[in-house]
């Protein structure tokens, strides 16, 4: 059975860092691209970053140059550096990934609050 689990949420003040990690079990972590999403209250979910299977990556324009996502395929996991954390990126975020017969998987979310 396929896990996905965020952590690292937190409440941080404007211009901190966090750092999300997604560990997945139960797939084989490296086939597949991984993405964050977030979804703000009253907000559609939306695509923060991705990385391929080799490496390359995609962010929202509102996250360049602040975010970095990465992945250790040797911990199944993913991770999501947020530096320069400004209050509009308060919100839940999501890991998620799509398998190799199309099923999407998400995690329970965590939640990022940026707030003085």
């Known amino acids: 059975q396929v896990q996905v689990v965020e952590s690292g949420g937190g409440l941080v003040q404007p211009g901190g860092s966090l750092r999300l990690s997604c560990a997945v079990s139960g797939s084989i972590f490296s086939r597949y691209a991984m993405a964050w999403y977030r979804q703000a209250p009253g907000k559609q979910r939306e695509l923060v970053a991705g990385i391929s299977t080799e490496q390359s990556t995609n962010y929202a324009d509102s996250v360049k140059g602040r975010f970095t996502i990465s992945r250790d395929n040797a911990k199944n996991t993913v991770y999501l550096q947020m530096n320069s954390l400004k209050p509009e990126d308060t919100a839940v975020y999501y890991c998620?990934?799509?398998?190799?017969?199309?099923?999407?998987?998400w995690g329970q979310g965590t939640q990022v609050t940026v707030s003085s």
């Open positions: 998620h990934f799509i398998n190799r017969l199309g099923r999407e998987y």
